[in-house]
């Protein structure tokens, strides 16, 4: 039996073949490289600047010194929300944020460097940008949205509620985390700051990921992380300039070059391609869900409103307890509990007990979704 891998959501299961064989025949060099450090370090700064040029051609920008890599989206969250917020202030988040959110606001508040205030949301996690204006504050200084839910699937009003914010003066923040890579997205007018991992969408290594700045966001933070840059070593603080400002520390240039050969790939395919197959691979597999007796679907139901996200529940059954006789009896791979997003449940009404999440990829197959569903009934029998 062939495993069935539908946990997308979380990560890419593998790299491409060709990107697999770039990243081994550079490993194969033998040499470890440090971009700034010595001169044979140079082909670690074209490796970043390569990656730049792609990141800059998938979201539809000009200035690849604006692109910066980090260890992941988590890390590029933390020094942003950090870095703009540790004087204080007030920001505004939406109602189904991932902790890589959650838990910096938290910190920050229970500091008492800065204050937040959730978006409300309707169970399937529909947001009203109507409802922003309530919420800001003489002295909120940002939002930051999801564009998309990890557990609902939903794909939020992030366009609406960016273009309400920055009338108000009011600091952008986009996680992409659910759709850079899979869904048409160009970075650049109400957004101040583009966040992406490199794992998921964008079908790099693990451990690597970055973000995206506007001239005036790469002024206002300050950098969170600071040490050696490589450049202008005279000085103890850190550059000013970018990528430098807030890319200290030993580059992850495997990684990095990793994003560079997928994203081209991606590139290559079309992101247009990806989300009109994941659509359908979505549409299919919610439409059957509705037809298995008492199964309950959580999120939207309308694949054009969402990402190939779909959690699902049934009244009286663990949501491990499923997850687990999907993999040990049909080899199916998906993901139970919360999701690193308990917010996101308790808007759905599934707090504490979590769901099951079927997430696929441009990779998964129909007849992979079949065999899903007939696994998924076949537990459900039991």
């Known amino acids: ?21 770039e990243l081994c025949r550079f490993l194969g060099q033998n040499l470890r490289l440090n971009a700034g450090r010595n001169f044979e370090g140079i082909e670690d700064g074209r490796v970043a600047l390569r990656a730049r040029m792609a990141i800059c051609k998938l979201f ?35 109602g189904v944020e991932h902790n890589a959110v959650m838990r910096p606001l938290e910190q920050l508040r229970k500091k008492g460097a800065a204050d937040y205030t959730l978006m409300s949301c309707s169970p399937d996690g529909a947001h009203d940008p109507e409802s922003l204006e309530d919420l800001i504050r003489p002295n909120t200084r940002a939002i930051v949205m999801t564009h998309a839910s990890n557990v609902l699937g939903t794909v ?47 079908r790099g290594l693990a451990g690597v990921g970055g973000f ?4 005036a966001a790469s002024e206002q933070i300050e950098p969170w992380l600071s040490g050696g840059t490589g450049s202008v070593s005279q000085y103890i603080e850190m550059p000013s300039f970018l990528p430098d400002k807030f890319e200290p520390g030993t580059m992850n240039t495997l990684g990095i070059l990793s994003i560079a050969l997928a994203v081209e790939e991606i590139l290559e395919i079309g992101v ?49 307890a499923i997850a687990a006789s999907l993999f040990e009896e049909h080899e199916i791979i998906t993901r139970s509990g919360l999701h690193c997003s308990p917010r ?26 079949d065999t899903a569903l007939s696994a998924l009934c076949a537990v459900l029998k039991t």
Not at 71 to 89: D, H, V, Y
Not at 212 to 215: D, Q, R
Not at 345 to 369: K, M, N
């Open 156 to 202: 939020l009003p992030v366009g609406e509620c960016f273009a309400k914010a920055r009338r108000r003066g009011i600091f952008t923040i986009l996680d992409a985390s659910q759709t850079a890579g899979v869904y048409p997205l160009f970075f650049g007018g109400d957004t101040d700051a583009l966040v992406f991992p490199g794992h998921k969408g964008l």
């Open 1 to 21: 039996m062939r495993q069935i891998y539908l946990n997308y959501a979380a990560t890419s299961p593998r790299t491409s073949p060709a990107v697999t064989r």
């Open 212 to 215: 995206v700045l506007s001239e």
């Open 272 to 320: 247009e391609a990806i989300r009109s197959k994941e659509m359908e691979l979505t549409s299919h597999f919610l439409e059957e869900c509705q037809k298995i007796p008492r199964l309950r679907l959580h999120g939207s139901r309308d694949a054009s409103r969402s990402v190939a996200v779909v959690s699902v529940d049934v009244p009286g059954r663990d949501a491990g």
């Open 344 to 369: 996101a449940h308790q808007a759905a009404g599934t707090f504490p007990c979590g769901t099951v999440r079927f997430s696929f990829g441009y990779e998964t197959t129909r007849e992979e979704i």
């Open 60 to 94: 539809g920008t000009d200035f690849p010194e604006r692109v910066i890599f980090t260890s992941g989206a988590t890390a590029s969250l933390n020094m942003i929300l950090k870095g703009l917020l540790e004087k204080g202030g007030h920001i505004i988040a939406s």
